[in-house]
């Protein structure tokens, strides 16, 4: 996929723990030489400044810590300056073979951006604040992109709250590994932001038709398992595993004839994750497969009025709930952020995160940004919204959000780091998606030219996955949500559109 894609070769084991490592790669891309000249530009990080992110290596296992437990890990600027460069570092070093992410303490991956500091920003600098809000967000899109496109093995452990900026930061790994502590969210409606960080790709790309589109607007919680049930993970391994699992990824040996590439690694990795995996008993997904189905319904609809009116129509406790939920947040917000995810599920990874700068950089200069930091996460109490309903955000206004401005920071766009892009994600670890079910049972997918038994749906997926577990429970799910008996022949299954 990538021009950084190398055969592995073997490497002795040994561990080492540095806050700030020299780098030994030569990285010589002018996107990379811009980033670091900026970076030198500005007075430096402090020594504990430095220690916002801890790197460890053990045996081929690079490991990247977040380290600010008293923040919940909260992403902010000096962070994402001291990842790029190790990240960049070990694309090119054949010694390492598999990144680790994963959060200091024991209660967050990444709670999300520093978005306090971003607002006070703004209020206090006025302009030159926004530009810096806007700075901020080009590079943490780029860190996010670099991940996303990454030629090696991505681990994102989201060993406790996994929201906003740590949702890019694992989101778009190849593996993704929820716990009983994962609690995600995507919350920027609810401050006068929109979901970004890639989310207008991943959200419309989730595994439940229109769940993810729910969950940007609403800002929803996942926990635990609920997680990797609707995709946000790829694997589920209960929090007190995850030091075995990384003593076991370490101790991997990229040496055997099992392992001959990279592609082969995934797999094996694949393999050694599931091995961590343990059952949850009489689990059920805290949306049933009503809500579900009225969620495709509602949310597939063209406007946030005809969502509204749609969940106002059903009139159901949980539709009602819903609806109450959307009137609460920025209207401009979820305006904007409905017409970004619409946008952002025919857009490629590369596109969907640049257009996001754009939009980042008309947030940064928009009152219900600020207002809604300050109410939410300072000062406690409701924001006033401007303009305060649903009805007075007009399409102009939304449509003004997409144009880019004339001021702006990086007129061109995102300088990423590779021309690496794609529209779906190349690795397929977790959960089988109600697209992917669809597609078998009517056929697209299979060569068979006769209907099929739930018992025959259900089979070809758990083999097809090497009896991963909870792929049964999610195959029956998405059934129960989305198929019906043909009437003549009861046992097979038709899909209902």
């Known amino acids: 996929m990538s021009h950084l894609f190398r055969h592995l070769k073997a490497t002795s084991c040994s561990r080492s723990v540095v806050s700030a490592m020299p780098l030994r790669a030569k990285i010589l891309q002018p996107e990379f030489r811009a980033f670091a000249n900026r970076t030198m530009a500005t007075a430096g990080p402090s020594p504990s400044s430095e220690d916002e992110v801890k790197f460890t290596s053990t045996g081929s296992v690079r490991s990247i810590i977040l380290n600010r ?5 909260s992403l902010n600027h000096n962070m994402v300056e001291l990842i790029v460069p ?15 992410l994963k959060g200091e303490g024991e209660k967050s991956l990444c709670a999300g951006g520093d978005v306090a500091a971003l607002a006070a920003g703004i209020n206090e600098k006025g302009q030159q604040g926004s530009i810096e809000a806007a700075q901020y967000f080009h590079d943490e899109y780029q860190l996010d992109h670099l991940i996303a496109t990454y030629p090696k093995p991505f681990v994102a452990l989201q060993d406790g709250i996994t929201m906003g900026g740590g949702v890019g930061l694992s989101i778009h790994a190849p593996f993704r590994v929820a716990t009983e502590k994962t609690l995600f969210a995507m919350p920027e409606t609810n401050i006068g932001f929109f979901p970004d960080v890639g989310a207008t790709f991943f959200l419309p790309r989730l595994l439940d038709g229109q769940l993810g589109v729910y969950l940007g607007l609403t800002s ?3 926990k635990g398992y609920d997680a990797f049930y609707a995709g946000i993970a790829t694997h589920y391994v209960p929090s007190n595993r995850i030091p075995d699992l990384e003593a076991r990824l370490s101790e991997l040996s990229t040496s055997s004839s099992a392992i001959a590439n990279t592609e082969d690694l995934y797999q094996v990795i694949n393999t050694t994750i599931n091995d961590f995996t343990e059952t949850v008993d009489n689990y059920k997904f805290p ?31 949980f539709a009602l709930a819903t609806k109450k939920t959307i009137l609460e947040r920025s209207p401009t917000a979820v305006k904007v952020a409905l017409a970004a995810i619409r946008r952002g599920a025919s857009m490629d990874i590369r596109t969907t995160l640049n257009e996001e700068f754009f939009l980042s950089e008309q947030f940064s200069h928009s009152p219900d940004f600020v207002e809604g930091v300050t109410a939410l996460l300072i000062e406690k109490r409701k924001a006033n ?21 004339s001021d702006s920071t990086s007129p061109s766009g995102i300088k990423f780091f590779t021309e690496d892009s794609y529209s779906e994600y190349p690795h397929q ?14 056929g697209e997918s ?5 209907k099929a038994t739930r018992e025959e749906i259900v089979s070809h997926f758990v083999d097809a996955t090497n009896g991963k577990y909870g792929v049964e429970q999610k195959v029956n799910a998405i059934l129960d949500a989305n198929t019906k008996p043909d009437p003549e022949h009861p046992t097979l299954l038709d899909w209902v559109y």
Do not use: C, M, Y
């Not at 570092?89 to 680790?100: F, L, P, T, V, Y």
């Open 287 to 317: 949306i049933t497969p009503d809500q579900i189905k009225l969620i495709n319904s509602a949310f597939a609809k063209e406007t946030v009025e005809d969502i509204i009116a749609a969940l106002e129509a059903d009139g159901s406790e």
């Open 429 to 442: 670890f977790g959960l089988p998606s109600t697209a992917q079910v669809q597609a078998f049972v009517t």
């Open 69 to 73: 437990p008293k923040k919940l890990n």
């Open 86 to 100: 190790r990240l960049l570092e070990w694309s090119k070093s054949d010694q390492a073979k598999i990144i680790i």
């Open 385 to 405: 919204w401007n303009p305060p309903t649903v009805d007075q955000v007009t399409s102009d206004v939304v449509n003004s959000f997409f144009e880019h401005r």
């Open 446 to 450: 299979s060569t068979r030219d006769f």
């Open 220 to 222: 929803a919680r996942l």
